[in-house]
């Protein structure tokens, strides 16, 4: 069945490949990025189609620091561009997700939410906004429209490519994981395309978990 997508943030990593998934299985995608809507601009607008099956929202950060590094602003840049960001795009696609016989919301967390991390004060705090949102729009929006997250573990896009920049990172990285390995930008998208599908159709307020056991498994 082909679905009305707006992806925000469909322009690089874990989005462009959820486009590329999404229009091979017969979607129309939406895609923005920073040129067509500026998540941090609450004045922004989007042109938006009369009804809307799923929005996907995309953009996040990574600024890793000791908590006595970080100052205000960058932690309201996080809360901007993870959450705030969110919101905008939500509020002005409500009245399309509406329309649609039943949609679907996908947002994005981090691993550091669940698991607690050193240097991740800022982005785990903001993400730790976007779950708390995610369970809240799922109670209010039920059952005409599903609220879900996706929060990956490091995941090879440009976004981490300072983290992942060499093969001694790429190694360390993919040994600290269960399951030894980082993960790839497809990983996500086929989350995202699972939970837009009719496929999940009776999953809602859930934080789904591609992080390849880090945030509830130890080996002994
Ligand atoms: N990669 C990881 O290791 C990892 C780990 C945990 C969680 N995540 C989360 O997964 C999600 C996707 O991450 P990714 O690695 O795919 O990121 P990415 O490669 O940086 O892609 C982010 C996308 O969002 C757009 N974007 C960024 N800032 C924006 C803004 N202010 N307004 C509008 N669009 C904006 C970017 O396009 P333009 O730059 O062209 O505007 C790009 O299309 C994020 O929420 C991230 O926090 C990623």
Known sequence: MMRNILLIGGSSGIGLAAKNLLESQGNKVIAT???TFEATNPQATLSIPESLDGLVYCPGTINLKPFHRLTDQEFLTDWEVNFLGAT???RLALPS???APSASVVLFSTVAVKCGMPMHASIASAK?????LTRSLAAEWAPKIRVNAIAP???ETPLAAGILADDKRREAAAERHPLKMIGQAEHSAELVSYLLSDASRFTTGQILRPDG????????
């Open 153 to 155: 573990s490091l995941t």
């Open 97 to 99: 997700l509406k329309k």
């Open 33 to 35: 990025s920073r040129s």
């Open 88 to 90: 905008r795009a939500l």
């Open 213 to 220: 056991g880090l945030s509830s498994l130890r080996l002994f």
């Open 128 to 132: 730790g906004a976007v779950e708390g």
